[in-house]
């Protein structure tokens, strides 16, 4: 499969609480991204992480990258009802430009 | 930043025509743009790499005869369905890279297309 793994598939959290979704890849990559796609809308780019950077923060958002475990996270603190949405994780290869998308977690943030 | 214009958002046609969408970059030139597709609640597909004057490339189980792509200039690439099933009716979604400037990808706003 060309897609990476993102885990948990659905999530479902109180509104305050902090949501994590991890995601995992499987070739070497140039940079990862997250995004955020609201039920049948596009995709929201959140933020992007190189290959050499490990950590990355934006407001609410927070980014971890491990390269030696081929894996990231993306950790929303203080989640809002407005955070409701599918997340997705792109790894991105540099020599070509294309992104593969990860499988999406389901995050549901309850008011 | 840079935009990606898809369109139409939306179509719905009926079975066996064809339908034509269209992906611009609006303020920079991109020799290569990439189609996704989308099933229900599902993930991003990669479909085919889109070159600007040569052939798509698509990737493993796409038919290329009836997901038609031209890159016909550095700011325009269409996707046709042709003869168009129920079963292609999904999301659609193109991006273009701006090469050289940045890595992030911009995507289209996509294109929900429903066959009857």
């Known amino acids: 499969s060309q897609q990476g793994e993102e885990d948990p598939q659905a999530l479902s959290i109180q509104e305050g609480e902090n949501a994590t979704m991890n995601c995992s890849y499987k070739t070497s990559i140039n940079n990862l991204q997250w995004y955020r796609q609201n039920s049948g809308r596009g995709l929201v780019h959140l933020i992007l992480?190189?290959?050499?950077?490990r950590e990355k923060h934006s407001g609410r958002l927070r980014v971890t990258l491990d390269t030696s475990k081929k894996s990231s996270s993306l950790l929303i603190t203080a989640s809002r009802a407005a955070d409701t949405a599918s997340y997705f994780c792109?790894?991105?290869?540099?020599?070509?430009?294309?992104?593969?998308f990860g499988t999406g977690t389901r995050l549901k943030v309850l008011a | 930043g840079a935009v990606v214009s898809q369109h139409p958002s939306r179509v719905i046609c009926k079975s066996g025509t064809s339908v034509k969408i269209e992906c611009r970059s609006l303020d920079f030139q991109a020799t290569t743009m990439f189609w996704y597709r989308q099933f229900p609640k599902k993930s991003l597909m990669l479909m085919a790499t889109s070159n600007e004057g040569s052939k798509a490339t698509y990737e493993q189980g796409v038919e290329k005869d009836k997901f038609l792509i031209n890159h016909a200039s550095l700011t325009l690439s269409t996707l046709t369905v042709t003869s168009a099933h129920p079963e292609d009716s999904s999301f659609y979604i193109c991006?273009?890279?701006?090469?050289?400037?940045?890595?992030?990808?911009?995507f289209g706003q996509g294109t929900r297309l429903t066959v009857v």
């Open positions: 992480i190189r290959s050499n950077e």
């Open positions: 991006s273009a890279p701006q090469v050289n400037v940045n890595t992030e990808a911009f």
């Open positions: 792109a790894t991105g290869d540099s020599g070509t430009y294309k992104y593969i």
